[in-house]
Structures are given as C-alpha cells and as structure tokens.
C-alpha cells in the first residue's frame, strides 16, 4: 500500500470512532425537527388483501412494468413478475427439480436470485449473473432441502433496493411429506404476507430516491403494504389459519404483535420449520427474514377485528422501533368449526456438530467524509471480482456477526448454504424463538455479537451481505468461494 494511501485510511478509520455516532445520531435530529419519513401513515384498513398467484410449472416468470393500484384510485406502473405489483407463490415439494424460464422485459438488466435455496452458484442468481434487457435465462435446480418459506428478487450490484422497490419480489415455498404429515391448516387458511413500506409521490406512483442520510440507516415508507395491497383487510373464520411471513422491506424491522394481546404459536422460520410450536406474544422480524406462524381466532366473536400490529420497540438504532402501528386487519365474518389440534412436536431439529474454522465478520461504520458513513463488513465495501473468504467444500464452519462497534441493526444473509444460530451475546443476549431451525438470514441489533453454524455443500461462488437493502447497495456485501 502507498504511504499516502496508508495514511489517508488511517486517518479517516480515527474520524470514524470519533464521528459516526454523532453524525447519525445529528442525522436523526433533523430528520424529527421535520414529519420523520418514516412514520407510517394511520387509516381506514379497506381494502381486500391481494393474494399472489401460484406459479404454475412451466410457464414463464417474465420481470415487467405491470399496472397496479396501491395508495391512489388510478392504476399506476410498477415493476412485477406477473400482473400488478410482486410474483407469484411458487410451491413445490423438497426433491422436485424445478425448472423456471425468465425473461427479463424490463428496459434494464436484472437477475433472480433464490433467497433461501440451497443451489449451485451459477443459479444462485449472484450479481456476476447480469440478465440483459430482453434476454432469458433458464434456471434449473433440484429442491434439497425442508420444508420452509423461501423468496426470490433481483440481485445486480446496487440495484437491487430500487428493483425490490418497485415491485420485484415473490415467495418461494417448499413443501415436505413430513410437513403434510402435520395436517397444518391449508388451502384458503394459508395465507402468504409480504410486508413492506413504500414512500409514494403525490400522483401514487412509488417513490425510490434514498439520501445520504437514507443510504446509512435504510429507507424507510410512510406506507405500510401486504402483497402489494394498501390497508388491507382479510375476511377470516373461526378457525385456526397459517400466515407466512416476508419481511419484504429494505431496512425497516417489524415487533409483529396482536391487536388483542393473545399468543400467536410460531411454527418455522427461513428455511426450515422449528421442533415444537413457540408460544409467542411478539416477536422481532428484520428485512429478508421470514416467519411461519398460527393464529387462533375460534375465540372471537362475528363481527369483531383483530389487526396484526408492530409494536414499539428499542435497542435497534435511533431509526427503528419508535412508533406501533397497524399491519392488516383480520375481520372475523364466518362462523366455522375447526378440528385443527396443534400438533405437540412438529419436525425434528438435529442440531450441527463440530466445526474446523470460526471466522468473524466485523460490521462498522467507516467514515468517508464528514458528512458520509459506509456500512462495511471487516471495513471492506464490496468488489465483485475480490474473492474475500475462502471455505473448503464440505467444511462445517461458524461464522461470528460482530456489531459490538455498530449502531445500526445489520440483517446478515448468507447465500448457499442455510444456517444455525448458535448463540447471540450482547444486546438482546438471547436467541429469539423463530431462531431455533434452519435460518439464512439473522437480525444483528447493536452491540450483539452471534455466532452462526453451517454446512457449506455447494461449490461456486457466493455471497454474504446484510439485508438492509440501502446497506447491500451501498457495498456492505462481500465474496466467498467454496473450493
Ligand atoms: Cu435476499 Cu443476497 O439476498
Ligand atoms: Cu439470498
Ligand atoms: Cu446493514
């Protein structure tokens, strides 16, 4: 390294410790000095929830402007993988090989990646893997792993918050005989729940335009959207039903709660269901994580709402937890008999023995001027050609998350493989209970260090990133290869 070089880092990596909290935390003065962007806006719950489509095998996932209505009477453009808003709920069964044509028809280059698949890298939808305007691919994999609730979206190096915010993401479900077994409520009594916030301009078109100040802490909507429907509403039984999770968002975390304060019952989490259901009454839900889960309603009368709300929270950054609002709201209408019994034990859970290796991702704010923070992993910022870690094939490894230094909370994803948390300390100092199976993606609040464990049985070219789509764009991202 040049002495110049040498010395302007070192210089600027002192300014960070002496700075990047006080440029945050004089970043979110003025932010509340003004209506804060990020309050979500109350109203009237109106509107029937949307419910994506299943992929039909064979036919063609095709990336497009489609028309949607969201916030405003009139139909809008926005980006989707079918028509309106979002894509279609793929469903298939753990050993089905699986074959998905694609075709980009977007004016722009654009990729799928399959958050939560266990693949080979060169399906794996990696931002190598540029997909040209009007060009197709054919991606083809065989499904080996269980049953779980998986999600797709764009990947091209600093584009993928502005394509996942206009429309690009869709649910990827897997299936098991094991999970069958189960009888767990099915057909209209599962419902798929994409949840994310959007800022729109004033004609209703979505709005994705983030500052400096948006690029260091996420972007966060004054909007709150389920499957693409605005204040949605869904009409539900006396009965038990099944909901299926995305946190879709760029950077906000949700505390999913019930209106009414009951228990909801925690069945799976990212990539794999739990051993026994987890009575909860909240739980915490960042970008990219997802959440299997039963509510009971048999106890509510005809005629009453119960909304599934995020509550207040705190220790997850100046930006996040300040307000509680209202998600969607179930409106009991239909008088039902349920023989649903909630099954003592669900799939079982091995948990991964031994290890050869620990590495530790360290997350921090570096400092670029005065007025400028890039989120980075062991100081890095992305490169798409700089292989950062290598891992031998086979290799059981555990990683260690370390935001002792952070003051942002930093959802970690790993490509290729699905892990185990094996322990949080700091911060919450505990793992959540949707964090006891098979997850790829870990919310790491500040001062919380984890440690995650997991099989690497793909060879390629892969990735490790936070979630936090403003963070991911602006290169907290880095490369590994399994060789
Ligand atoms: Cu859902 Cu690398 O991402
Ligand atoms: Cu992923
Ligand atoms: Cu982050």
Not at 48 to 75: R, Y
Not at 121 to 130: C, E, L, R
Not at 153 to 179: C, R, W, Y
Not at 235 to 242: A, I, L, M
Request: hydrophobic share 35%; glycine share 8%.
């Amino acid at each position: 390294m040049k002495r110049q070089t040498f010395l302007k880092n070192l210089g600027l990596s002192s300014l960070a410790v002496l700075s990047s909290e006080s440029l945050l935390s004089s970043c979110m003065e003025n932010r509340n000095m003004n209506v804060m962007p990020q309050t979500v806006k109350d109203g009237e719950f109106v509107n029937a929830l949307k419910i994506p489509e299943i992929f039909t095998p064979g036919s063609t996932l095709s990336a497009q402007i489609t028309q949607d209505i969201l916030v405003k009477a009139s139909s809008i453009s926005v980006y989707g993988y079918h028509s309106g808003l979002l894509g279609p709920t793929f469903k298939v069964k753990n050993g089905q090989n699986v074959i998905i044509p694609f075709q980009n028809s977007l004016k722009e280059a654009s990729n799928v990646h399959w958050h939560g698949l266990v693949i080979p890298s060169n399906m794996d939808g990696h931002p190598d893997h540029v997909i040209e305007s009007n060009k197709n691919f054919i991606f083809q994999f065989t499904i080996d792993q269980q049953a779980g609730i998986n999600w797709y979206h764009p990947h091209l190096h600093m584009h993928t918050g502005i394509q996942v915010n206009k429309g690009l993401a869709g649910m990827f479900i897997v299936e098991s005989d094991e999970e069958n077994a189960l009888k767990l409520p099915s057909d209209g009594y599962d419902v798929p729940l994409v949840i994310q916030d959007k800022r729109f301009n004033a004609d209703g078109t979505i709005n994705y335009n983030p500052s400096q100040m948006d690029i260091m802490t996420g972007y966060f909507g004054d909007n709150v959207l389920v499957n693409g429907t605005s204040k949605p509403y869904l009409e539900v039984s006396t009965r038990f039903y099944r909901f299926r999770v995305l946190n879709g968002s760029s950077a906000r975390i949700y505390n999913l709660a019930l209106s009414n304060g009951a228990d909801f019952y925690i069945i799976g989490s990212d990539s794999g269901m739990l051993a026994q259901p987890e009575k909860v009454k909240n739980t915490l839900l960042g970008p990219g994580e997802r959440l299997d889960f039963l509510i009971d309603f048999s106890r509510i009368k005809i005629g009453e709402k119960v909304h599934l709300n995020s509550e207040k929270f705190t220790n997850m950054g100046g930006s996040q937890g300040g307000q509680s609002f209202k998600i969607i709201s179930f409106n009991v209408t239909i008088q039902a008999t349920d023989s649903f019994k909630m099954p003592a034990s669900l799939i079982p859970f091995s948990s991964i023995q031994g290890s050869s290796k620990t590495r530790t991702f360290t997350l921090s704010m570096r400092m670029v001027n005065m007025n400028r923070g890039m989120n980075t992993i062991n100081g890095k910022v992305f490169k798409a050609d700089r292989i950062d870690e290598t891992v031998n094939f086979g290799a059981t490894e555990i990683w260690e998350f370390d935001n002792t230094a952070g003051i942002e909370p930093h959802p970690m994803h790993v490509h290729g493989v699905t892990f185990q948390v094996l322990s949080r300390t700091g911060g919450r100092n505990k793992i959540e209970p949707h964090e006891k199976t098979w997850k790829d993606t870990v919310l790491v609040g500040p001062n919380e260090r984890i440690k995650v464990v997991m099989n690497f049985s793909q060879k390629g070219k892969f990735l490790v990133h936070c979630h936090n789509l403003e963070h991911e764009d602006d290169g907290m991202m880095l490369n590994f290869e399994v060789v």
